[in-house]
């Protein structure tokens, strides 16, 4: 057995089997390149699920956790720390306006964990409305948020009084609205769901609904922020501000981090103890994340998102009129979806095959989240392996169906 075959059969062997596992076994990064145990090169358009948004192994990521790391590592909630005070400084200023308070927690299912119980805090009620298709996370609540029966099913009962309603229809929601009803929750793009662009209106009307009738907004930005649409935050795409706003996966540059934002008004509706994480806010991830702010800022690379996935959306456009078997492109920034009219496994396994990562969303929908940093000539790459393994799917299905036919 080789090297990479026993590892693979070690993760296999001892892990629990809950991921979808792709033959590869990848040792180092570095920008939008990730390089596997044998030394073969692959190109990222997965971010590695969304997280390294500024790249893999980021210099001023890597240079900040080094020195923090020597400094302390570990710093209870309960205890004030520098790095902590820093980051959610860097943090409030970038924010839309309002949301200046935050919990910091360890992950994305976490910050709408914390939404949730802020919701109903809040606001005495109980009815949460969320959308079919949307994606919040795994955990009891956050799952009870989130739509797709396989996720679901198996964990019944979960929390009570959340409803799902259609998206991109503002009346679905208004009919959902009780006396009961604390708090609307959405991903202003669905990630999870197929890249789904809301229609135009959708969420401000949704806004004015929630203002009308005392019911809290929830934006679950745990893809859509930090740059990545185009904007820093997806909701300025549509200049709507959520009363409270989940974050995560890239805002401490590869760390685990969640974060929960909200006024000063809502936040202060919990108390001391009534909600808390050991880990919030530990020096080493506040560290990696006030660098990784500095960079999104300074490297301008909401920008670079809008300016590059404007580019990589009109490459896929052009793929789109000469493949049959792609059905829509969709996104926005570097949020993109190329809906395909057959499933999308094999063009993953393919494309990791010829170098390039890419993910699905759904069956049918190749999803591409490649970092903010990829350049464009990166991205004629990636598209021109699309372009040959949509080509090679193509010809499979037709000897396939001629095979069936003989
Ligand atoms: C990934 C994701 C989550 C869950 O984050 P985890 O860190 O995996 O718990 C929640 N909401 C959205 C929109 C996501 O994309």
Known sequence: MNEQQQIMETENRYLANVFSKKP??????????????NG??????????????????????????????????????????????????????????????????????????CAL???????????????????????MGALSATWDKKYREPFFPLIPDIKHVAPDNPDKIREAITDKTAAVIIEPIRGEGGVRVPVAGYLQTVREICTNHDILLIFDEVQTGFGRTGKLFGCQNWDVTPDIMCLAKPFAGGLPIGITLAPESLMSMFKIGEHSTTF????????????????LIEEQLADKAALNGAYFKSQLEA???????????????????????????????????????VLDAGRTVVRLLPPLIITKSQIDYAVN??????????????SSSRTVSN
């Open 117 to 139: 119980k802020l919701a109903r805090k809040a606001t005495g009620k109980t009815e949460i409305i969320a959308l079919m298709g949307s994606y919040h996370g795994k955990t």
């Open 385 to 398: 392996i699309l372009d040959v393994v949509l080509e090679e799917e193509a010809s499979e299905r037709a």
């Open 280 to 295: 919030s806010g530990s020096p080493l991830v506040c560290a990696a994340g006030c660098a990784a702010i500095e960079v």
């Open 24 to 37: 590869v076994v990848l040792t180092s990064g570095k920008g939008a390149l990730l390089w596997d145990i």
């Open 319 to 357: 793929l789109a009129t000469k493949h049959k078997s792609i059905k829509e492109v969709r996104g926005l920034g570097l949020m993109l979806g190329m809906e395909l009219r057959t499933d999308v496994h094999g063009v993953l396994l393919k494309a990791l095959d010829r170098g390039v990562l």
């Open 40 to 113: 073969k090169e692959y190109l990222d358009c997965s971010s590695g699920y969304g997280i390294a948004a500024l790249g893999h192994c980021h210099p001023k990521i890597v240079e900040a956790i080094k020195t923090q790391a020597e400094q302390l590592l570990t710093c209870h909630g309960s205890y004030y720390n520098d790095k902590r005070a820093q980051f959610i400084e860097k943090l409030v200023k970038i924010t839309p306006k309002g949301l200046d308070k935050a919990f910091l927690s360890n992950s994305g299912a976490e910050s709408v964990e």
